[in-house]
């Protein structure tokens, strides 16, 4: 149980072009689902909280216009990295929220922008 | 902004040697998690404790809360190459389930 996937695994687009990461929680109900980026070598940073039905909360530094973040149901969050530049490369990995104390992570989605 | 520092960063050690990896904040935290994460991966949650004090083993891992909720430790009996990895805490406050990651600490077990 407690399955999460991300779509697409991995992703290269060229710079100025806008990228959408899919993120669902298989065999469970997720109110709460988590963005995070991860550079090489270095530990997950939080982007954004996503509840479903409402506006997502962002970090601070996270721009909300670049990061687009919509969970428009219990099982699907999307991020969408708007007008993507080369800085945006990154790892990017969703978590969903079960009974609100535990995460369970995506395999996480490689952008490359070019 | 709560940091979880862990330690050591980078760990290289011999199949079947034994080893602790540190979790230390100073601020409290309801529950503590523990990832491994491979390359390329996501976080995989090892185990979760919410006591203070609390240990939990599983197979040849041993898991401590500390007493205070500020600190965990992750002690590995035997290491064995499949236990290399990225190994991540997470603390947790209340019911928001919102995490805060450690620092990282990076396994490599070798033959």
């Known amino acids: 149980g407690a399955v999460v996937s991300q779509h697409p695994s991995r992703v290269i687009c060229k710079s100025g072009t806008s990228v959408k990461i899919e993120c669902r929680s298989l065999?469970?109900?997720?109110?709460?689902m988590f963005w995070y980026r991860q550079f090489p070598k270095k530990s997950l940073m939080l982007m954004a909280t996503?509840?479903?039905?409402?506006?997502?909360?962002?970090e601070q530094g996270v721009e909300k216009d670049k990061f687009l973040i919509n969970h428009a149901s219990l099982t699907l969050s999307t991020l969408t990295v708007t007008s993507a530049h080369p800085e945006d490369s990154s790892f990017y990995i969703c978590?969903?929220?079960?009974?609100?104390?535990?995460?369970?992570f995506g395999p996480g989605t490689r952008l490359t922008v070019l | 902004t709560q940091l979880l520092e862990q330690s050591p960063q980078f760990l290289s050690i011999q199949e079947g040697e034994n080893l602790t990896v540190y979790c230390n904040s100073s601020?409290?935290?309801?529950?503590l998690q523990w990832y491994r994460q491979e390359p390329g991966e996501g976080p995989v949650l090892l185990v979760t404790?919410?006591?203070?004090?609390e240990v939990k083993k599983l197979k040849r891992l041993t898991f401590q809360f500390g007493d205070a909720r500020k600190d965990s430790s992750l002690h590995i009996t035997a290491a064995q190459p499949g236990d290399t990895g990225l190994y991540l805490c997470?603390?947790?406050?209340?019911?928001?389930?919102?995490?805060?990651f450690g620092t990282g600490t990076r396994l490599q077990v070798t033959l």
């Open positions: 978590s969903a929220s079960l009974l609100m104390v535990e995460q369970f």
């Open positions: 065999d469970f109900q997720a109110t709460t």
């Open positions: 997470a603390g947790g406050k209340g019911t928001a389930s919102k995490l805060t």
């Open positions: 404790v919410v006591t203070g004090g």
């Open positions: 601020s409290v935290f309801s529950s």
């Open positions: 996503s509840n479903e039905g409402s506006k997502a909360t962002y």
